[in-house]
């Protein structure tokens, strides 16, 4: 089984920055890909960055040069960087773990103002 909690969420202006974090525990979180995805309101969750475990990343195509996930095995976390935030950044956002992503955590809100 495999726990996950997000942080790092809030409020920021447009143009701002936020660092979310994903910690596991439970089980070592690297046997396959990790994945941000995001829902906004009245939206359909999406996806929006994913780490493989050798290290690969892919990001859609809304984020690509904003934001950059990485990862610190030793500590079995996940991170997402995010730059230049937009009004439209606006969600909740969850990282999600496993083959088909099983796992899922409970979601940070981010806010970006205008």
């Known amino acids: 089984q495999v726990q996950l909690v997000e942080s790092g969420g809030g409020l920021v202006q447009a143009g701002g920055s936020l660092r979310l974090s994903c910690a596991a525990s439970?089980?070592?979180?690297?046997?396959?890909?990790m994945g941000w995805f995001r829902q906004a309101p009245g939206k359909e969750r999406e996806f929006v960055a994913s780490?493989?475990?050798?290290?690969?990343?892919d990001y859609a195509d809304s984020v690509k040069g904003r934001f950059t996930i990485s990862r610190n095995n030793a500590q079995n976390t996940v991170y997402l960087q995010m730059n230049s935030l937009k009004p439209e950044d606006t969600a909740v956002y969850y990282c999600?773990?496993?083959?088909?992503?099983?796992?899922w955590g409970q979601g940070t809100q981010v806010t970006v103002s205008s």
């Open positions: 439970g089980r070592t979180l690297f046997s396959y890909s």
């Open positions: 999600a773990y496993g083959r088909s992503y099983d796992y």
């Open positions: 780490i493989s475990r050798s290290g690969g990343t």
